[in-house]
Nanobody
């Protein structure tokens, strides 16, 4: 059973930084796609922003290019999302997700079997 637990969310002013963490337990090997999604309100779609697999990171959302970085150290069960130069439009609930295999070229929530509970990020202007 795979479980994902996010942490690191909070409130920050525009231009600030946050680092989100996602501790993954139950992964049997390194052959998983691990990703970050965000959802601005319960009525919005959950948006895929970054993912990483054995081949490296993938950027899904142009809006975060140059500002957000996904990382995972080999042998470390923790997935990170470093967010710099945060903007008010980055305000959202951020979710960690995992699925066996390699990441797809386009994000789709249906492709991820396991999800964390989310951590809220609020950016004020």
């Amino acid at each position: 059973q795979v479980t994902l637990v996010e942490s690191g969310g909070g409130s920050v002013q525009a231009g600030g930084s946050l680092r989100l963490s996602c501790v993954a337990s139950g992964l049997t090997d390194d052959l998983y796609c691990l990703g970050w999604f965000r959802q601005r309100t319960p009525h919005n779609e959950r948006e895929g922003i970054l993912a990483i697999d054995k081949d490296g990171p993938r950027i899904y959302a142009d809006a975060v290019k140059g500002r957000f970085t996904i990382s995972r150290d080999r042998g470390d069960p923790t997935l990170y999302l470093q967010m710099n130069n945060l903007k008010p439009e980055d305000t959202a609930m951020y979710y960690c997700a995992a699925d066996p295999g390699f990441c797809y070229s386009r994000p789709d929530i249906a492709d991820f079997r396991y999800w964390g509970q989310g951590t809220q990020v609020t950016v004020s202007s």
